[in-house]
């Protein structure tokens, strides 16, 4: 009765479930939620937490971790652009490291792997998806996703439903066409492939124009890993930007399916539904941010809903049955919007579109938020989103046919936040203060009311879920990038966070561990 | 001739960084790519546009084609043989016009990718001068003389700075460091830079040198941005604000 009555309370469980114990997919589980059920690591005991071991990647060049670590039966697996570490997950050390070779692929950054039954999913910078033995990081297949020589790369963690693993592409110079490919996971075999720019016979080609080859350049990158209703059995993602990038002269028209939300089958990879949060974008703002999946109160009514902080610093509460939006209203200040439209999108002031003589818009291209993950807290009802206020000059050069960016925005000001947004209000709740500049470490909540995260000075806090006080800090040596996560082993919670080349696993010491035991 | 073919070719990166193409709007190509851009007007251009952005025929710049190209061997064929089911006729043309034409335009894509990804050191100030210097110098006295001196700290200020970055600054400066003032648990005072704030620690440099930390909630400290104001600024600035100040502080010369 107990267990039933908090079922109904809680917003935000999907089933009755036992408390997740590994981390076997990009955001922890399919909902996008990053939240664990984990409570050993609470408010009053989080001022002890510890080092328990780092990981040294020993790779000194590039980007550093970006990646999310999985846990899987007591390995983690994560990653570096042309790297991939199989560690222990109680002692740190290497169990197995694979290199990829040298190539010609943009080396911006690499978000993890996907898993299914002893196999590892890897992205690589020059776009080929390759399956791994999770035991020795041998290479068991390698297909293309797209061709680098036409300015293609790859960094997501791909996505594993059942036996489809899917896979989302990069590219942001080179006017390209984005896809969701769905792979075989035993055969690497391609099932089918989703289109983000529209086949001449979907109306939504309509949104570009006619008898030129705008639509065929037009963008529309898929390079943040979606979300799962198994219910619904609907894959949810968030597709980039329309190109050329700043200059929509030779667009005209909303550009659909760029900076959308998605709703696909993942047997066929047809299209349910989509929702538009930039229509005609030109600040590069891409609609990839995590659809997160809540099922809760929505002003007293239970649905199922999609929760997006989207870059261009709306929030949209969407119906994730039928795609409608509930709630669109902006989460970071911003200066280009209008307000909404009947269905819910953003409409953009004209005025604030970039120019040759250079336009002052709120936020940057960066975004009031970026790939940064996203939390929500069922507890709480909050969610947690790394956010920027930030300006820039946005220029469009305005010189013959645009190409690629088309021209290029100088970012002026930025300062960084943790806010904690009520979902069916939008409005922020607390935001702690993450300093001036950039920060991009991605956010996790759990049972024991904590909310992990870093700041742009490279600390790595622990706060208050309720409240946003610091409760415990570390200072990191750098920025962290590579986003928090939890899992437990013979007992013990474990948070890790890597920031450069460095993975550190954090728990409550060994001998308060035992004087808690019953 | 070999040898020189190879000595051109390995001198090619070289030239093309010398001439710096990377923040240029309008580019130098080489002698090959001009006599193929000759050879392009007169053959391939009524389809392909004279850019070889696509007309009737499709982009080449964006190719794939081209993306897989090596000095011609891929073009080179299908110059030759045409296309017949898609309505393109083949054109006899000898290995020299082929390679020109293959340079042309592996150097148009190169500096359309180029120039996509930085702000040209060659744009010209005309398009940046939409403002009005006189709404700029109003703006200026009422908002920014409580700080700033156009014959003191501003004087000759368009000659210091490059356009862009003079445009950039009025919307917000960088490089300016906080002071700060620290007053520790004993009462005594420290004056300095402010090197490192977060919300645990601070930081300063004192005049000798010196670097002083403080666990933030044991000590009194008043930090001076001298940004603060512009942070307010950025909030209230229009588009014409920026336009008209630009136009104003560029007449500094």
């Given at each position: 009765?107990?267990?039933?009555?908090?079922?109904?309370?809680?917003?935000?469980?999907?089933?009755?479930?036992?408390?997740?114990?590994?981390?076997?997919?990009?955001?922890?589980?399919?909902?996008?939620?990053?939240?664990?059920?984990?409570?050993?690591?609470?408010?009053?005991?989080?001022?002890?937490?510890?080092?328990?071991?780092?990981?040294?990647?020993?790779?000194?060049?590039?980007?550093?971790?970006?990646?999310?670590?999985?846990?899987?039966?007591?390995?983690?697996?994560?990653?570096?652009?042309?790297?991939?570490?199989?560690?222990?997950?109680?002692?740190?050390?290497?169990?197995?490291?694979?290199?990829?070779?040298?190539?010609?692929?943009?080396?911006?950054?690499?978000?993890?792997?996907?898993?299914?039954?002893?196999?590892?999913?890897?992205?690589?910078?020059?776009?080929?998806?390759?399956?791994?033995?999770?035991?020795?990081?041998?290479?068991?297949?390698?297909?293309?996703?797209?061709?680098?020589?036409?300015?293609?790369?790859?960094?997501?963690?791909?996505?594993?439903?059942?036996?489809?693993?899917?896979?989302?592409?990069?590219?942001?110079?080179?006017?390209?066409?984005?896809?969701?490919?769905?792979?075989?996971?035993?055969?690497?075999?391609?099932?089918?492939?989703?289109?983000?720019?529209?086949?001449?016979?979907?109306?939504?080609?309509?949104?570009?124009?006619?008898?030129?080859?705008?639509?065929?350049?037009?963008g529309g990158m898929t390079w943040i890993t979606g979300t799962y209703d198994p219910e619904l059995n609907l894959v949810y993602w968030g597709t980039a930007n329309p190109n050329p990038v700043l200059d929509g002269s030779t667009r005209p028209g909303a550009n659909l399916y760029t900076c959308s939300i998605v709703a696909l089958n993942p047997d066929t990879g047809k299209l349910a539904w989509y929702f538009q949060p930039s229509p005609h974008d030109v600040h590069d703002w891409d609609a990839v941010q995590t659809p997160v999946l809540?099922?809760?109160?929505?002003?007293?009514?239970?649905?199922?809903?999609?929760?997006?902080?989207?870059?261009?610093?709306?929030?949209?509460?969407?119906?994730?049955?039928?795609?409608?939006?509930?709630?669109?209203?902006?989460?970071?200040?911003?200066?280009?919007?209008?307000?909404?439209?009947?269905?819910?999108?953003?409409?953009?002031?004209?005025?604030?579109?970039?120019?040759?003589?250079?336009?002052?818009?709120?936020?940057?291209?960066?975004?009031?938020?970026?790939?940064?993950?996203?939390?929500?807290?069922?507890?709480?009802?909050?969610?947690?989103?790394?956010?920027?206020?930030?300006?820039?000059?946005?220029?469009?050069?305005?010189?013959?046919?645009?190409?690629?960016?088309?021209?290029?925005?100088?970012?002026?000001?930025?300062?960084?936040?943790?806010?904690?947004?009520?979902?069916?209000?939008?409005?922020?709740?607390?935001?702690?203060?993450?300093?001036?500049?950039?920060?991009?470490?991605?956010?996790?909540?759990?049972?024991?009311?904590?909310?992990?995260?870093?700041?742009?000075?490279?600390?790595?806090?622990?706060?208050?879920?309720?409240?946003?006080?610091?409760?415990?800090?570390?200072?990191?040596?750098?920025?962290?990038?590579?986003?928090?996560?939890?899992?437990?082993?013979?007992?013990?919670?474990?948070?890790?966070?890597?920031?450069?080349?460095?993975?550190?696993?954090?728990?409550?010491?060994?001998?308060?561990?035992?004087?808690?035991?019953? | 001739?070999?040898?020189?073919?190879?000595?051109?070719?390995?001198?090619?990166?070289?030239?093309?960084?010398?001439?710096?193409?990377?923040?240029?709007?309008?580019?130098?190509?080489?002698?090959?790519?001009q006599a193929g851009k000759k050879e392009f007007q007169q053959t391939c251009a009524f389809c392909h546009g004279p850019d070889a952005r696509g007309a009737s025929a499709p982009d080449l710049i964006r190719s794939s084609l081209l993306s897989h190209d090596v000095q011609g061997d891929l073009i080179g064929s299908v110059i030759r043989n045409g296309r017949p089911a898609k309505g393109m006729p083949s054109f006899q043309l000898s290995d020299p016009q082929i390679r020109a034409i293959a340079d042309f335009l592996h150097e148009e894509?190169?500096?359309?990718a180029s120039v996509s990804q930085k702000i040209p050191s060659d744009y010209p100030l005309q398009k940046l001068l939409v403002g009005n210097a006189s709404d700029g110098k109003a703006y200026f006295d009422a908002r920014c003389a409580s700080c700033h001196s156009t014959t003191g700290d501003l004087a000759h200020l368009a000659s210091k700075y490059k356009p862009f970055d003079l445009q950039t600054r009025i919307a917000f400066p960088s490089g300016v460091k906080p002071s700060i003032t620290v007053k520790d648990n004993r009462g005594?005072?420290?004056?300095?830079?402010?090197?490192?704030?977060?919300?645990?620690?601070?930081?300063?440099?004192?005049?000798?040198?010196?670097?002083?930390?403080?666990?933030?909630?044991?000590?009194?400290?008043?930090?001076?941005?001298?940004?603060?104001?512009?942070?307010?600024?950025?909030?209230?600035?229009?588009?014409?604000?920026?336009?008209?100040?630009?136009?104003?502080?560029?007449?500094?010369?």
């Amino acid at each position: 009765m107990t267990r039933m009555a908090l079922a109904v309370l809680s917003v935000g469980v999907v089933a009755a479930q036992i408390a997740r114990t590994d981390w076997p997919t990009y955001n922890g589980d399919f909902s996008g939620k990053r939240y664990s059920q984990l409570t050993q690591i609470d408010r009053k005991n989080v001022a002890m937490l510890g080092l328990v071991w780092a990981f040294q990647t020993d790779v000194n060049t590039g980007p550093g971790l970006k990646s999310t670590p999985l846990l899987v039966d007591g390995t983690l697996y994560f990653t570096e652009p042309d790297d991939v570490w199989a560690v222990d997950a109680r002692s740190g050390q290497q169990n197995w490291h694979y290199h990829y070779h040298a190539n010609e692929g943009l080396h911006i950054g690499q978000r993890g792997v996907g898993y299914y039954k002893g196999r590892l999913y890897f992205e690589t910078p020059d776009a080929h998806l390759l399956c791994l033995d999770a035991r020795t990081g041998e290479v068991q297949w390698d297909s293309v996703l797209a061709d680098v020589k036409l300015g293609y790369w790859a960094t997501m963690a791909p996505l594993v439903i059942r036996n489809h693993v899917l896979a989302g592409i990069s590219g942001d110079f080179n006017d390209l066409h984005g896809v969701i490919d769905s792979f075989d996971p035993e055969t690497g075999k391609l099932q089918w492939q989703w289109s983000a720019l529209p086949l001449p016979a979907d109306p939504a080609a309509r949104t570009w124009p006619a008898d030129t080859d705008a639509i065929q350049h037009g963008g529309g990158m898929t390079w943040i890993t979606g979300t799962y209703d198994p219910e619904l059995n609907l894959v949810y993602w968030g597709t980039a930007n329309p190109n050329p990038v700043l200059d929509g002269s030779t667009r005209p028209g909303a550009n659909l399916y760029t900076c959308s939300i998605v709703a696909l089958n993942p047997d066929t990879g047809k299209l349910a539904w989509y929702f538009q949060p930039s229509p005609h974008d030109v600040h590069d703002w891409d609609a990839v941010q995590t659809p997160v999946l809540v099922d809760g109160d929505f002003r007293g009514q239970k649905r199922k809903l999609l929760i997006q902080a989207s870059r261009n610093g709306y929030l949209f509460v969407l119906d994730r049955v039928s795609g409608k939006a509930l709630l669109s209203t902006p989460y970071e200040e911003s200066n280009w919007s209008s307000g909404v439209d009947q269905q819910g999108e953003p409409v953009a002031n004209r005025e604030k579109d970039p120019s040759p003589a250079g336009t002052l818009v709120e936020p940057d291209a960066i975004g009031a938020t970026n790939w940064m993950s996203p939390s929500f807290d069922p507890q709480t009802g909050l969610l947690y989103v790394d956010t920027h206020d930030s300006f820039s000059l946005y220029y469009a050069f305005g010189d013959g046919k645009p190409e690629g960016f088309g021209g290029r925005d100088l970012s002026v000001w930025s300062h960084g936040y943790l806010r904690a947004i009520e979902y069916q209000t939008g409005k922020t709740r607390w935001s702690h203060d993450l300093g001036s500049g950039w920060t991009w470490t991605g956010v996790l909540s759990t049972a024991g009311r904590l909310v992990f995260t870093g700041d742009v000075h490279g600390n790595i806090l622990a706060l208050d879920a309720n409240t946003g006080k610091t409760l415990w800090h570390t200072f990191a040596g750098g920025q962290a990038e590579a986003p928090p996560i939890t899992y437990e082993l013979d007992g013990r919670q474990y948070v890790l966070m890597g920031a450069h080349g460095v993975l550190f696993a954090f728990a409550l010491p060994e001998v308060l561990l035992e004087n808690l035991q019953p | 001739m070999q040898f020189f073919r190879t000595s051109v070719l390995l001198l090619l990166p070289a030239i093309l960084l010398a001439q710096d193409p990377d923040d240029k709007t309008q580019h130098e190509l080489t002698a090959s790519a001009q006599a193929g851009k000759k050879e392009f007007q007169q053959t391939c251009a009524f389809c392909h546009g004279p850019d070889a952005r696509g007309a009737s025929a499709p982009d080449l710049i964006r190719s794939s084609l081209l993306s897989h190209d090596v000095q011609g061997d891929l073009i080179g064929s299908v110059i030759r043989n045409g296309r017949p089911a898609k309505g393109m006729p083949s054109f006899q043309l000898s290995d020299p016009q082929i390679r020109a034409i293959a340079d042309f335009l592996h150097e148009e894509a190169s500096i359309a990718a180029s120039v996509s990804q930085k702000i040209p050191s060659d744009y010209p100030l005309q398009k940046l001068l939409v403002g009005n210097a006189s709404d700029g110098k109003a703006y200026f006295d009422a908002r920014c003389a409580s700080c700033h001196s156009t014959t003191g700290d501003l004087a000759h200020l368009a000659s210091k700075y490059k356009p862009f970055d003079l445009q950039t600054r009025i919307a917000f400066p960088s490089g300016v460091k906080p002071s700060i003032t620290v007053k520790d648990n004993r009462g005594e005072l420290f004056e300095g830079e402010l090197i490192y704030a977060d919300e645990f620690l601070v930081s300063l440099r004192d005049k000798d040198g010196w670097r002083h930390t403080w666990k933030r909630s044991t000590v009194k400290a008043d930090i001076h941005d001298p940004l603060a104001g512009h942070e307010k600024l950025l909030k209230t600035y229009t588009d014409k604000n920026v336009h008209d100040l630009f136009a104003y502080l560029e007449t500094l010369k």
